[in-house]
Nanobody, 123 residues
Framework: QVQLAESGGGLVQPGGSLRLSCVAS????????IAWFRQAPGKEREGVSC????????VYADSVKGRFTISRDNAKNTVYLQMNNLKVEDTAVYYC????????????????WGQGTQVTVSS
């Protein structure tokens, strides 16, 4: 069964840290672009960070740049989002997404989402 499962969310005070994990099962992440999205109540889902390279180098939304770090461990089939200096406005459900497009006679896109993990930043 193809699945992405996030974990690591929780309640943290402003200035605190959390590390989210996204574990893939039923497929390998090696050739996938991985992204983290978040959705706060009453707001649209927004991109937080993404990585395409095996070295885990990432691109970040301005709102999290310098505080969040995306990384991947292909041996563990896992992607991480280290979140430091958390702010109240980081409160949201965080989702990971794995996407890959291939051509084997026809174009096919594989697009998987996790169920989300709640991050709450509050004093």
């Amino acid at each position: 069964q193809v699945q992405l499962a996030e974990s690591g969310g929780g309640l943290v005070q402003p200035g605190g840290s959390l590390r989210l994990s996204c574990v893939a099962s039923g497929f390998t992440l090696d050739y996938y672009a991985i992204a983290w999205f978040r959705q706060a109540p009453g707001k649209e889902r927004e991109g937080v960070s993404c990585t395409t390279g095996s070295d885990g180098s990432g691109v970040y939304a301005d709102s999290v740049k310098g505080r969040f770090t995306i990384s991947r461990d292909n041996a563990k089939n896992t992607v991480y989002l280290q979140m430091n200096n958390l702010k109240v406005e980081d409160t949201a459900v965080y989702y990971c997404n794995a996407k890959r497009t291939v051509f084997d006679g026809a174009w096919k896109t594989f697009d998987y989402w996790g169920q989300g993990t709640q991050v709450t930043v509050s004093s």
